[in-house]
């Protein structure tokens, strides 16, 4: 994370420019326990959120006129045109057959990768009870996060690789990257929109690391405490043939992004008769041996 992130001016201090708009975003605040949630798998139902939290007023600014400079090493994130073969992002059969060799091409050109494992894929909806999943209906996830953490990015990497493949890697000075690949299933969007903040503009002090319990097993994932210098984006009316890749964790420690903090939120002027928000986000590891 960039050190240096304090120093950059609050984008609250500048006027609105084109394309930007003021909303709330829910941020965790900071305790002095560890914070947990318990998650819809361990609840069988809704998570559970065992922290205190504040919604704070932000500014967040269209990404599409910088989409082409944007990094997944610098901000933590991308748009990308990425059109889809594959009709129903519902069909569990069709995603693992056909859509996730779509990811993996994706993320392999990004980050020129030796390798893709792609791990989980979760749909969305702000619909009704949420969108369906094998493991349960899901809606957007509405607290600032980060899926992983600088302990739980190696424990990943164990639980999918294998202790002696993870340590393999580690003697080479492979590099791993956890990065998910966030698309509409029909758009375009006009609810619910996921913001992204800057990596550059988070400190690492804002992050904070929350046990996430689940039936078999406790993770652990960030959530983000407010702070003014937090820059924000986000993609206005995303179609279904674009996607964010959004950089959750990676092995390299050098000053470049490695946590991307990001939330669904409301628009301003979101109108309650738009079409639902519904998305399917894909997890990966990239390997660059």
Sequence with gaps: MNQTAAALPPLET??????????????IRPQVEKPVLESAALTGGAPRFLFATEDREVTIRDLRPDAGTLSLDREGFVLRSAP???GDLYDD???????????????????????VVIFDATRR?????????????????????????????PRRVKDLLGAAEAARLAAAAARIVQVNVWRPIRGPVERSPLALADAASVRPEDLVATD????DRVGEIYHLAYHPAQRWY????????????IKGWDSLDDGRARFTPHSAFRLPQQRPDAPPRESIEVRTLAVIE
């Excluded at 500048?14 to 941020?27: D, E, I, M, N």
């Excluded at 057959?97 to 779509?102: H, L, T």
């Design 93 to 115: 059969e069709a995603v693992e057959q056909r859509y996730y060799p779509e990811v993996e091409a994706l993320v392999k050109r990004e980050f020129g990768a030796t390798r």
């Design 125 to 153: 909806s702000d619909a009704g009870k949420g969108a369906a999943n094998p493991d349960g209906a899901r809606g957007p996830a509405s607290r600032v996060h980060v899926d992983y953490t600088a302990a739980s990015g």
């Design 212 to 215: 996430q319990v689940f039936p």
């Design 84 to 86: 889809s073969a594959v």
């Design 234 to 245: 986000y993609a206005p009316a995303m179609t279904r043939d674009e996607v964010i890749l």
């Design 14 to 27: 500048v006027p609105l420019s084109a394309g930007a708009l003021r909303a709330s975003l829910t941020f």
